[in-house]
Nanobody, 124 residues
Framework: QVQLVESGGGLVQAGGSLRLSCAAS????????MGWFRQAPGKERAFVAT????????TYVDSVKGRFTISRDNAKNTVYLQMNSLKPEDTAVYYC?????????????????WGQGTQVTVSS
């Protein structure tokens, strides 16, 4: 069992930055692929970024490429999402998730554990 706790959300003006963190319990964090998803009001949960166990495979949704960076620190059992040049359309609840897959995966159905989410609001 893995428990995931997100932090770092908040209110920021367009063009600003936030860094989300996701702390995981358990001793097997380094074996999981980790992902970030987001859900805007009235919309389905959508893929944002994923990083495999070693950090050697990373994938982003096109809309965040060049603005967001996913990283992980296996010694700290933590995955991060650095978000720069934020736009109002980035407003959503952001969730981190853990997958048994050994490669980066972009679909929610492939993730086994989810955090509770953290709100990110970008004002125009």
């Amino acid at each position: 069992q893995v428990q995931l706790v997100e932090s770092g959300g908040g209110l920021v003006q367009a063009g600003g930055s936030l860094r989300l963190s996701c702390a995981a319990s358990g001793r097997t964090f380094s074996s999981y692929t980790m992902g970030w998803f987001r859900q805007a009001p009235g919309k389905e949960r959508a893929f944002v970024a994923t990083i495999n166990w070693s950090g050697g495979s990373i994938t982003y949704v096109d809309s965040v490429k060049g603005r967001f960076t996913i990283s992980r620190d296996n010694a700290k059992n933590t995955v991060y999402l650095q978000m720069n040049s934020l736009k109002p359309e980035d407003t959503a609840v952001y969730y981190c998730a853990a997958s048994f897959a050994r490669v980066a995966v972009t679909t929610a159905v492939n993730y086994n554990y989810w955090g509770q989410g953290t709100q990110v609001t970008v004002s125009s």
